[in-house]
């Protein structure tokens, strides 16, 4: 029987939300060069596939953090799926930007969350992390608790894995690495030889050279 993290790569990766050129990489918008490129926001455009994320990150807060109060999306990938979410659980739903508004109230959080409110954090992609804790480090400097974050897709990186637990944020992803390596491989989108090169940017993207 098919884990919910083998399935959901098998869904990324027939829309063709995964990429893995390990001899042609992308250039992220940090300057990493990477093999790989997850693009989680094409699953907006498939109905049933939208349907999917939404029902099985519902299933996960309701099994994992049912004290839930509230549900914040990080923008902006993270608001369409978290919008969805807050829907199907019937909770409210608020936002955290980048930055605050450079104009009207200069928001930094848009919708409302009240001090004392138990948080879940929907994120579509985890890479560093960095920008998803300074959504955690928002929320909890708004008075509230954040009682977990809940992901597409991680990478799986050791900072980011360093990070998370320093911010004392339980952090659970519908696919990750692994999985969508697994999958590439047993479907013949990338040869069994192609793992070597993947698993040695992993270790150290930020330095990875072709």
Request: include cysteine; charged fraction near 25%.
């Amino acid at each position: 029987m098919k884990t919910l993290e083998q399935i959901f790569a098998a869904k990324l990766l027939n829309i063709k939300a995964i990429k893995l050129q390990p001899n042609n990489p992308f250039t992220w918008a940090s300057g990493w060069k990477s093999p790989f490129y997850c693009d989680n926001r094409k699953t907006l455009s498939y109905p049933d596939l939208r349907s999917f994320v939404k029902m099985e990150t519902a299933r996960i807060i309701m099994e994992r953090f049912p004290e839930v109060d509230a549900i914040a999306g990080v923008a902006t990938g993270a608001i369409p799926q978290g919008a969805m979410v807050a829907d199907a659980l019937s909770l409210p739903f608020a936002y955290v930007r980048s930055k605050p508004k450079d104009h009207g109230l200069e928001n930094l959080i848009e919708g409302e969350l009240k001090p004392g409110m138990r948080v879940v954090v929907i994120e579509d992609l985890i890479s560093t992390g960095g920008s998803s804790l300074k959504a955690v480090e928002a929320i909890r400097n708004n008075g509230c608790e954040v009682i977990g974050m809940v992901a597409a897709y991680t990478y799986g990186f050791a900072e980011a894995e360093k990070a998370f637990k320093e911010a004392k944020v339980t952090l659970v992803t519908l696919t990750n690495y692994e999985a969508v390596v697994e999958e590439a491989v047993r479907i013949g989108y990338i040869d069994k030889a192609d793992i070597k090169v993947l698993n040695e940017w992993r270790k150290n993207p930020s330095n990875w050279k072709k």
